[in-house]
């Protein structure tokens, strides 16, 4: 067993210039580390604010997307079918702009899908969406958006590009834009939009659609529908 003295034996940090520094540097990590704690505290993460690109993704998120939630975040994604190579290029460019983040893609190795994501906290807070499984919720179309006409036509775009169809069919003569879903509430706020829009809409258990060649392809401009 050694018998060295220790060199600061007896010393202390008001009559020793070593031991008056150790005992600050300690202090000034200790300060940081109580501010680094209280600031990761007290982060607030903001409702998303109103705007024509972010009702156009909601409408994506009401289709296609769904918000998943982990321990310490929150994904939100959307599953395209892989040849849509457009508009996958244009919701990542949504998101990123929406919420100042890189936006992830993954090309699904056993089937023709790609997943577009992003993780972030309070997503479903921030934008007023539930976790988990569509279908176990009432899918509604906020009040902001219907509440403005410009809000309202890009939803419809987000919407029917993600989960709509344009069918033509000049053998039968047929010329039927339709959006399907499991989800009662959401086929009647579209309904509704679409007849107060002046379109003349029908809306079944499953789908609502609009099958007057003229007002299919005047919705189409209106919303600059795009087909794949």
């Not at 949504?94 to 906290?121: G, N, P, W």
């Not at 006409?149 to 039927?176: H, Q």
């Not at 009647?188 to 609009?210: E, M, P, Q, W």
Request: proline share 3%; charged share 30%; glycine share 4%.
């Amino acid at each position: 067993m050694s018998n060295k003295i220790p060199w600061n034996k007896g010393k202390t940090k008001h009559d020793n210039p070593i031991l008056l520094k150790v005992a600050e540097q300690r202090r000034a990590v200790n300060n940081f580390s109580q501010w680094y704690k209280k600031r990761r505290a007290t982060i607030h993460y903001v409702k998303m604010r109103p705007s024509a690109d972010y009702a156009e993704l909601y409408g994506a998120i009401l289709g296609d997307g769904c918000i998943e939630r982990y321990a310490r975040t929150e994904r939100l994604i959307y599953q395209f079918n892989s040849a849509e190579v457009d508009h996958i290029a244009h919701i990542k460019k949504l998101m990123e702009k929406i919420f100042k983040k890189e936006a992830k893609t993954r090309h699904r190795k056993h089937s023709k899908c790609t997943d577009v994501y992003i993780y972030q906290k309070y997503i479903s807070e921030r934008i007023d969406f539930a976790t988990g499984i569509k279908c176990n919720h009432p899918l509604l179309i906020p009040e902001w958006i219907k509440n403005k006409k410009t809000y309202t036509v890009r939803c419809m775009k987000g919407l029917f590009e993600a989960d709509g169809s344009w069918v033509i069919d000049k053998k039968y003569n047929t010329n039927v834009i339709s959006l399907k879903s499991a989800s009662p509430t959401l086929l009647n706020d579209v309904y509704t939009i679409l007849i107060g829009f002046g379109f003349h809409a029908k809306l079944h258990s499953r789908d609502v659609r609009l099958a007057q060649r003229k007002e299919v392809e005047i919705f189409a401009k209106l919303i600059k529908f795009r087909q794949y």
